[in-house]
């Protein structure tokens, strides 16, 4: 195994993409994490601009992320449904 592999599991036990590594993540230690969801949910909370900060709105958006990621946000698309 390739260190540049070892690496990538160590970020992402699936060895998939996407993953990424936040240098500066809580406490200013790294923070590997992996899934699109994780990342986007992590990155939002971190923008403090990209989700809204009231539960209500929170939850909501987190549930069409949630949506999405099932796959049958990408399946409704196709159909030509939310065209």
């Not at 990538?8 to 969801?37: H, Q």
């Not at 986007?40 to 809204?52: E, G, Q, T």
Request: aromatic share 6%; hydrophobic share 35%; with cysteine.
């Amino acid at each position: 195994m390739t260190s540049s592999r070892r690496s990538s599991c160590r970020s992402n036990p699936n060895n998939k993409i996407p993953a990424i590594i936040d240098p500066n993540g809580p406490g200013g230690e790294p923070l590997p994490l992996f899934e699109s969801g994780a990342i986007l949910i992590y990155l939002a909370d971190k923008a403090r601009s990209l989700i809204p900060q009231d539960a209500v709105g929170r939850y909501q958006t987190i549930q069409w992320l949630m949506f999405q990621m099932g796959g049958r946000g990408a399946d409704v698309r196709a159909s030509g449904v939310l065209q």
